[in-house]
């Protein structure tokens, strides 16, 4: 069984642009989750979709954004990036809210 | 989420027994103890979880007190591959999509 994917694995940005990551969960699971890991700071919860809704967020700027697409995969927008933009995007995905999340490996995202 | 503390590093050889403890003294009686772990560059891993019972299963054991104020995973035989940092959260079912990661237990496993 595939696990989540994500793409691109590494993007390099400028301060101000805009940036869109992607996520395929494991077949069957409805739930997506985004978490973002920046040095010295940890994993960090930043968005919950299920069933194409946004559920939940995190302790985030409106400039972070993103969506579930009909087939349960998600995109992840970021706005106006800044300099402490720059981590691990990490998706994650689970058959439902309260079973075990299961994560792909990331989008290492560097702004410069 | 009730917070949890861990270690922040232990030393293992290759090949014995890894008991890796976490105190969670607040946890409340709907909360479950997950076990995740992150190898460098990639995400987290899910291991096991559980309510109150000690459960098995292909990657390791968790054994969790009579009074669930902590827990051990014990990784039984530990190889190189186990190097990574541990990851001990509690969470409710209505958590609404949140996994709460502290700062975890590095884990290096020694030849």
């Known amino acids: 069984e595939a696990g989540v994917t994500q793409s691109p694995t590494h993007l390099i940005k400028t301060r101000g642009q805009q940036v869109t990551l992607r996520c395929s969960p494991i077949?069957?699971?409805?739930?997506v989750y985004w978490y973002q890991q920046a040095l010295g700071l940890g994993l960090q919860f930043l968005l919950w979709?299920?069933?194409?809704?946004?559920?939940n967020r995190g302790n985030f700027p409106p400039r972070f954004s993103g969506r579930q697409f009909p087939n349960y995969s998600s995109e992840l927008n970021v706005n106006a990036l800044e300099l402490e933009d720059s981590a691990l995007y990490l998706c994650a995905s689970s058959l439902v809210s309260d079973q075990p999340q299961h994560f792909g490996d990331g989008t290492r995202l560097s702004i410069l | 989420d009730a917070k949890t503390t861990q270690p922040t590093s232990m030393d293992c050889a290759e090949g014995r027994a890894a008991n890796l403890p976490c105190n969670h003294s607040?946890?409340?009686?709907?909360?479950?103890v997950y076990w995740y772990r992150q190898i460098h560059s990639q995400g987290p891993q899910y291991i096991i979880h559980?309510?109150?019972n000690n459960e098995t299963n292909e990657m390791a054991s968790l054994i969790i007190t009579e009074d669930r104020k902590s827990s051990t995973l014990i990784l039984p035989h530990a190889t190189l591959r186990d190097t990574a940092v541990y990851y001990c959260i509690v969470r409710a079912p209505d958590s609404w999509g949140k996994l709460q990661f502290g700062a975890g237990t590095q884990v290096v496993v020694t030849p």
């Open positions: 607040t946890i409340s009686g709907n909360e479950y």
């Open positions: 077949s069957g699971h409805t739930s």
């Open positions: 979709y299920d069933e194409g809704e946004e559920r």
């Open positions: 559980g309510l109150k």
